[in-house]
């Protein structure tokens, strides 16, 4: 399972994860990855950054920005994705 930071918690959450698996407390939590000012802002301030994604694409959309700690998702499916496969074919 891969993890990554959840902002400057000093804690690691799983790149993916099911919807009510994870404390969100401390962290934004956005449907869309466009709003690069709130995204930067975010990071910049050491909050972590959950993003929901109903699919394959969404999952990888979201992991691409650095900002992003975790990707919420409802489907235990998109659990097993590939990452390394979606993002480098």
Do not use: N
């Not at 407390?25 to 929901?52: E, F, I, K």
């Amino acid at each position: 399972m891969r993890q990554r930071w959840f902002g400057a918690t000093g804690r690691k959450v799983p790149a993916i994860a099911l919807e009510g698996t994870i404390d969100l407390d401390v962290a934004l939590v956005v449907d869309s990855v466009d709003d690069d000012a709130a995204l930067r802002d975010a990071h910049a301030a050491g909050r972590p950054v959950v993003a929901h994604a109903t699919d394959a694409a969404g999952v990888t959309r979201a992991l691409s920005r650095p900002e992003v700690s975790c990707v919420l998702v409802s489907d235990p499916a998109l659990l097993e994705l590939d990452l390394p496969e979606l993002t480098y074919g």
